[in-house]
């Protein structure tokens, strides 16, 4: 009796630690986001557990139900999936398959895992069921990443130059060409700030949408960044000839791209062109040759095709060589002043100076300054350069002061980029006052072309200095966009008339009536005149006539040394 009540017991504890075991074990299938079929060969049939629901919508317990579950998924995944759920005939342990479910557009793992006895017959068969659709989603978009590029849909830059790689080797063996077309927009940056970025992102997308239906066997486009663009064109003739390309590219940009927000937006691209095996013969200098000659046609007044020449490449190395010697130029001071006097043309007496810098480079040559500004420009080192400038023009100015006490204005070149500082004018009154100069002592140059591109901004800043009495002059008038009426908005002091002007005066009878129309005007605006590269007696005399206010040039002075101005100044003082 008492053994029987033992028995009970230990049967009861038993169940008791089995129901719990059973629990946990269904608590853990049920959390697991899985489901699982459970075959047992010996009894013969199915068992779904856990979260059987999620995938399907009936229950499988014989062989017959299979059928129902190869009906769910996709047609190509059925004879796969059927070979799996019966890997046991091949004595495999596990195996697994991803099948897609017809309905329910979710990606399945399909696993299966069969146990067999010691004599090698499969006794249990396990098949687990797994969500993978966020996977595989993941996958896919890490595959497409890997190749395109997100915001126009082209290649990517990095797949581009696989692509470009396979052309070339291709036209290696075919013995022909592989043209990259390097295309910019011409002024992004002022759609950006002037529309937003918004705006910007979309012109991009929908020109790159325009651009992708050049696409073909033998042309890849690609958006590399920001607002470049890459076409690589293999063996380029007739339909796909660069020229066609070219061609097809400014017949869209004839009208202009409407956008969403219901702007209508007209662009110009600068296109840089090399081929292979011309420019170059791998890749990737290819493309950099392209970029080259993209600049090249930046600089030749954009909205343009430039194609490789060798001369481009010997200017572009050329740049970057004086772009190095620069830096060190900077860090040296290898820099001096030299000043050209501007003569009042009534009296000829010395009305001022223009500051003009001068380098000596390594090699103790000469660099004029209309080489190297444009490439300090670009790479920024105008900056410590102009304060340079700024402070050792001040410091001689306040020197010959001293001395002399003749009332002059020092006129200063200054690069748009030192405008855009913020801190400009505050560094500008900072080296005034550390040298005792009056604002009505100096003047600043600007050129219409940077008025053009940052009116606003400039504009706002010029302002400010002439409240504090700084002169403002504008320099190489009749270069630019020159328009008269635009002049009486601008808030300068000094119109300076371009040598090409005077240049011709005295020949040509049209320039004669728009350098008198010009100084009449601007005399009329109230503006000082001063024309530019006087170099003979009859253009002197002639703009003397015209009254024109003052006169700089090689015939009365060219640019010299600060000890040479002290000669001037002793001159006018005696
Ligand atoms: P710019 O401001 O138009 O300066 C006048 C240029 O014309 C000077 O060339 C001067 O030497 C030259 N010139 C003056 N009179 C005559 C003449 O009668 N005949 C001829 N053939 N030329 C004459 P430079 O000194 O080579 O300067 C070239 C340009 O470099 C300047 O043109 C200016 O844009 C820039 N630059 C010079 N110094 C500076 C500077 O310190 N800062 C900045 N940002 N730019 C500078
Ligand atoms: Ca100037
Ligand atoms: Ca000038």
């Known amino acids: ?20 075991d059973e629990k946990m074990l269904r608590l853990i299938c049920e959390t697991s986001n899985n489901a699982f079929l459970y075959y047992n060969f010996a ?32 047609e190509q995944c059925v004879i796969p999936l059927q070979e799996v759920l019966f890997i046991e005939k091949q004595n495999i342990k596990s195996q697994s398959i991803e099948v897609r479910l017809r309905d329910k557009k979710i990606c399945v793992e399909v696993e299966v895992n069969i146990v067999y006895d010691d004599a090698g017959t499969p006794t249990d068969k396990i098949i687990r069921f797994r969500d993978v659709t966020r996977l595989t989603a993941q996958n896919d978009e890490l595959t497409y990443l890997a190749y395109y590029d997100i915001l126009t849909g082209l290649y990517n830059r990095n797949y581009f130059v696989r692509l470009v790689g396979e052309f070339i080797r291709k036209a290696e063996t075919e013995n022909t060409n592989v043209a990259v077309m390097f295309i910019d927009f011409d002024d992004f940056r002022r759609i950006n700030d002037g529309m937003g970025l918004i705006v910007g992102d979309e012109l991009v997308q929908v020109f790159g949408q325009f651009l992708s239906e050049l696409m073909s066997d033998h042309v890849v486009v690609s958006h590399f960044n920001s607002d470049i663009y890459c076409i690589g064109i293999y063996d380029p003739c007739g339909a796909r000839s660069v020229d066609t390309v070219y061609k097809m590219i400014k017949e869209r940009l004839k009208s202009p791209f409407k956008l969403s927000g219901g702007q209508e937006i007209h662009i110009t691209v600068s296109v840089g062109v090399a081929e292979y095996p011309e420019a170059a013969t791998g890749t990737l200098e290819l493309i950099n040759c392209a970029e080259i000659v993209m600049f090249k046609a930046k600089s030749m007044g954009k909205d343009k095709v430039v194609y490789y020449s060798g001369s481009i490449l010997n200017e572009f190395i050329n740049n970057v060589t004086i772009e190095n010697q620069l830096k060190t130029a900077v860090f040296q001071q290898n820099f001096i002043m030299y000043f050209q006097p501007q003569f009042r043309t009534a009296d000829k007496k010395l009305r001022g100076v223009e500051a003009l810098i001068r ?14 500004i444009p490439i300090a420009e670009k790479s920024g080192t105008i900056i410590p350069i102009g304060s340079w400038v700024i402070e050792e023009s001040l410091k001689t100015y306040a020197g010959w002061r001293r001395k002399y006490h003749y009332p002059l204005v020092m006129s200063l070149n200054i690069s748009a980029i030192q405008y855009r500082q913020a801190d400009f004018t505050d560094k500008l009154l900072h080296i005034m006052e550390k040298y005792d ?5 100096i003047e600043l ?13 400039i504009t706002e800043k010029l302002e400010v200095l002439r409240d504090i009495g700084i002169k403002i002059s504008l320099d190489d008038f009749g270069t630019g966009y020159s328009s ?67 006169i700089q040039g090689f015939l009365l002075g060219r640019p010299m040394p600060p000890d040479k101005i002290e000669c001037l100044l002793a001159e006018m003082t005696a």
């Not at 629901?53 to 996709?74: A, K, M, S």
């Not at 100069?437 to 002592?441: K, L, M, R, S």
């Open 1 to 20: 009796m008492e053994e029987l009540k033992y028995q009970i017991d230990l049967l009861h504890a038993t169940n008791e630690k089995l129901s719990k």
């Open 43 to 74: 009894e013969g049939h199915f068992r779904t557990v856990a979260n059987w629901n999620h995938f399907f919508d009936f229950t499988v317990t014989g062989l017959q139900d299979l059928n129902r579950l190869y009906e769910c998924v996709e």
């Open 359 to 372: 380098w000596k480079n390594d090699d103790g040559r000469m660099v004029s300054p209309a080489v190297f």
């Open 445 to 457: 140059e600007i050129t219409e072309s940077v008025l053009i591109d940052d009116f606003t901004e």
């Open 437 to 441: 100069v009056a604002p009505e002592e």
């Open 484 to 550: 008269l009426s635009y002049l009486k908005g601008l808030p300068i002091d000094t119109l300076k008339i371009d040598k090409s002007f005077i240049d011709t005066v005295i020949t040509d009878e049209n320039t004669r009536i728009i350098t008198e129309s010009i100084i009449y005007m601007v005399k009329k605006l109230g503006f000082e005149t001063i024309a530019e590269g006087v170099e003979t007696e009859e253009q002197y005399r002639y703009l003397s006539e015209i009254d024109c206010d003052n």
